[in-house]
Nanobody, 129 residues
Framework: VQLQASGGGLVRTGGSLRLSCAAS????????MGWFRQVPGKEREFVAY????????YYADSVKGRFTISRDNAKNTVYLQMNSLKPEDTAVYYC???????????????????????WGQGTLVTVSS
């Protein structure tokens, strides 16, 4: 499975961006998916999770209420709508796929980058103050 993330860029504080993640095969078969982010010198940080059908989502506390993850399995694409952006949201954002079709949400598991064998190349989001 290959994942291609896009949509990053430079935006001012309070602005919005929508990231996209296109999969090389049916996203339904990719299982649950996630978005993570990373800044230099820090570990990759969980941002959001969505189950394979798009019915269950889960967010890091730092983005809850501002970011929305969604998926369109007909288009083999997962999205991350980011609103009310803050400078601390500046990072390289990665989409990820688990290959796991289980629907039960185990928050400690889906927050773990090791659960995701498939990764996109990352897209840079810069939020200026």
């Amino acid at each position: 499975v290959q994942l291609q993330a896009s949509g990053g860029g430079l935006v001012r504080t309070g602005g919005s961006l929508r990231l996209s993640c296109a999969a090389s095969e049916q996203t339904f078969s990719v299982g649950f998916m996630g978005w993570f982010r990373q800044v230099p010198g820090k570990e990759r940080e969980f941002v959001a999770y969505i189950d394979k059908r798009g019915g269950t989502t889960y967010y890091a506390d730092s983005v809850k209420g501002r970011f929305t993850i969604s998926r369109d399995n007909a288009k083999n694409t997962v999205y991350l709508q980011m609103n009310s952006l803050k400078p601390e949201d500046t990072a390289v954002y990665y989409c990820s796929g688990s290959g796991d079709s289980r629907s039960r949400l185990i928050t400690s598991a889906v927050r773990d980058a090791a659960m995701y064998p498939y990764w996109g190349q990352g897209t840079l989001v810069t939020v200026s103050s």
